[in-house]
């Protein structure tokens, strides 16, 4: 497994994993960068305007992980760069797996 990979802070807890992302809105394209101080760090298009940068995180990550909708909520940090987010219904390792592959393409 990747390093940088490796530093990412998953957290178990009852109601799914809860990890930090570094949001970068306004990027040139809508990616998963990496791991940047135990976070990972996502790249979206959309401004950080009214919950539209959250938004293309989510949905980002949806896509990009296979991911329901009802799965991924931001818990901490709405209308900060530092977020916190919950993934329900998955493993940390399977996300981590998941994390990985994305990472890979």
């Known amino acids: 497994?990747?390093?940088p990979l490796k530093s990412l802070d998953l957290q178990?807890?009852?109601r799914g994993v809860v990890f930090n992302v570094r949001a970068?809105?306004?990027a040139r394209r809508n990616a998963i960068v990496g791991?940047?101080?135990a976070?990972?760090?996502v790249a979206v298009t959309a401004a950080a305007d009214k919950g539209k940068a959250n938004e293309a995180i989510v949905a980002l990550l949806c896509d990009r992980l296979d991911l329901a909708r009802s799965q991924v909520a931001?818990?901490?940090g709405a209308a900060s760069r530092q977020k916190k987010l919950r993934i329900a219904g998955i493993t940390a390792a399977d996300?981590?797996?998941r994390i990985a592959l994305c990472l890979a393409d």
């Open 1 to 3: 497994m990747d390093e």
């Open 12 to 14: 178990t807890t009852s």
């Open 24 to 26: 970068q809105p306004g």
């Open 35 to 37: 791991v940047h101080a």
């Open 39 to 41: 976070a990972l760090k």
């Open 74 to 76: 931001v818990v901490a």
């Open 95 to 97: 996300l981590r797996r």
